[in-house]
């Protein structure tokens, strides 16, 4: 028996995602809760005739949608439009995800949480203080969602949107955090590839997958951000996060964005190399507990240009957290 809810399940994202997660064949309830339409939602979806029972919930029945959940996924918030960057979102979804994470703080605390609502390198520490603040937060058991950022660079390194062909994927990682500079992909490891690209078009490679989400908001021109792409780059995380959690024998590798807390094996070695930095996307691994350990042998693959790019991106980083960090401290003490 395996419950998730999906927190902003009738959105852009939401709905897709909730789609593909009643096609789970390892879900076996769904809850799906958002301020509008979640019942709509809930009802459609129940007409499919797959395993997975699904139930909608209405703004006032957080408490319900949380109720004995094993898994949440959160993409509650508004997504930009052209000219914005994700930090520009903060004003408005910081409040969203404070007030989800006392939800979760109350009614799903032993819950695995997984935040896709942008901006990500600031709204998982919101998520971390928070559960902290309320004495249940289990550094295991948070992620920001990062997959898409490797989803993009798969495609782009091997050219699927023109060949259309698929071939076996590159051994490659995007590391670092969720937003243009901070997104910092490792594709020298994918020697085979790699190598046969000409070096002014490795930058433009890296680029564009820096700053993919822009595309997207430039083409849906005002109407929003990636969706379809980031429900796909949803659904296989969980679906390789509950293959771990159910006991898998394999080995279960995925990049994402996680609290570098002491009892997490790797995370004093990450911390050596960068003495601030508290959250980081790295290849974790997952098991029966979330976050198993760090694999830090990444560290020492990435070539020159990547080093760099890794510390570029570590500065942005640690200002993007702080400012999650602040603002639960400074709503706190607003309160006193
Ligand atoms: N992590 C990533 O890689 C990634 C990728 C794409 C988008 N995003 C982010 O995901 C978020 C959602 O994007 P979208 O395109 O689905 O937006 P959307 O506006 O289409 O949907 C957001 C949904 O959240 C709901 N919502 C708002 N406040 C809520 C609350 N307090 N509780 C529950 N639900 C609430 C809205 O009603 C809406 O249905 C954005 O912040 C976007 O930037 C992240
Ligand atoms: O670009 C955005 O704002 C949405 C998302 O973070 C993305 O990478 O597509």
Known sequence: MTKLAVLGASGGIGQPLSLLLKLSPQLTELSLYDIRLAKGVA????????NVKVQGYDKDELADALKDTDLVVIPAGIPRKPGMTRDDLFKINAGIIRTLAEGVASYAPNALVLVISNP????????????SKRGVFNPRKLFGITTLDLVRA?????????????Q????????????????????STASKTYSKIAAKDR?????RVQFG??????????AGSATLSMAYSAYIFIERLLKA??????????????????????????????????????????GKRGVESIDTSILKKLDHNEEKLLNIAVKELNINIAKGVNFVKNSSKAKL
């Open 43 to 50: 009802t459609d979806l129940s007409h499919i005739n797959t």
């Open 120 to 131: 990500v390198n600031s709204t998982v520490p919101i998520f971390k203080e928070v559960l």
């Open 154 to 166: 798969r495609t782009f390194l091997n050219g699927f949107e023109t060949s259309g062909s698929f």
């Open 168 to 187: 076996k994927f590159d051994e490659i990682h995007v590391i670092g955090g969720h937003s243009g500079n901070t997104i910092v992909p490792v594709l």
């Open 203 to 207: 930058d433009a490679l890296i680029h």
């Open 213 to 222: 989400g822009d595309e997207v908001v430039k083409a849906k021109d005002g």
């Open 245 to 286: 959690i159910n006991g898998s024998s394999d080995e279960v590798i995925e990049d994402t964005f996680i609290y570098l807390d002491n009892s997490i094996l790797g995370a004093s070695e990450v911390r050596r190399v960068f003495p601030k930095v508290d959250f980081i996307s790295l290849p974790i691994k997952l």
